[in-house]
């Protein structure tokens, strides 16, 4: 079993808070959770990239520090972020939690009203045919069935990432589904990235996480969501 490295002490530039590295060199920017600020992890001095209000402070559901088992691996909960999309005038927001192992990297645990995914990034890139009325994408010889595209914008941001994060940032988000996958194009028209999701229930994540309590009841039916009549 991988086990995450010994964590790094620090203390917040903005207000002096103590602060936990967990991913070492691969931490571009941290967020204080005291205060709220952004800070440039390459930075010795720790220089403030951005400040946020405390009124938009989210509570996580897994805490920064957290460690469970994903795909038999040991992963620790190192960053987390709220994105929200708008469509037809009403706004949604899901919740995304970056894990890390120091041997296996990054992979990330998605929550949108109590239904969950674990994510990876995609190093092989689908096809993707556009010309159709309804856009397809195909993986691994899985075809996917375009679901929604719209622009997500980073709303909360805590913890650290390998990159520079910020909130107000926007991508466009464009997902294919596959239940129980959902393959996820994000980025610009320039540059994008490619995930792989797949659908997993509040039940185990509680479970791969031990964490106390019963998990949030999910609401309604997620895109990617198997059917159990199957």
């Not at 808070?17 to 920017?29: D, E, G, I, M």
């Not at 909960?77 to 927001?93: K, L």
């Not at 096809?127 to 595209?149: C, I, M, N, W």
């Not at 996480?209 to 969501?225: D, E, I, K, T």
Request: hydrophobic share 35%; aromatic share 10%; glycine share 8%.
């Amino acid at each position: 079993m991988s086990a995450p490295a010994q964590v790094k002490a620090l203390n917040c530039s903005s207000c002096g808070a103590p602060l936990t590295l967990r991913a070492f060199q691969h931490t571009l920017s941290v967020v204080c959770g005291n205060c709220l600020s952004v800070l440039d992890a390459k930075d010795p001095n720790l220089q403030v990239l951005q400040k946020f209000e405390e009124r938009q402070r989210v509570q996580p559901l897994i805490p920064p520090g957290t460690r469970g088992k994903l795909r038999g691996d040991l992963y620790e909960v190192v960053g987390f972020q709220v994105r929200t999309i708008t469509v037809d005038g009403e706004q949604y927001s899901w919740s995304e939690y970056l894990l890390f192992n120091p041997y296996k990297g990054f992979r990330y645990l998605t929550e949108y009203q109590g239904h969950w995914n674990d994510v990876i990034t995609l190093r092989n890139l689908p096809a993707v045919d556009l010309t159709s009325l309804r856009p397809k994408a195909k993986l691994l010889g899985e075809a996917y069935q375009h679901f929604q595209t719209a622009t997500a914008e980073t709303t909360f941001v805590l913890g650290e990432f390998p990159w520079q994060v910020k909130v107000g940032e926007q991508v466009q988000v464009m997902d294919f589904i596959a239940p129980p996958r959902i393959l996820s194009r994000e980025g610009t028209e320039a540059e994008a990235t490619w995930s792989l999701g797949e659908y997993m229930t509040g039940a185990q994540v509680w479970q791969a996480f031990q964490l106390p309590g019963s998990p949030p009841s999910a609401v309604g039916v997620f895109a990617n969501q198997p059917s159990p009549y199957k």
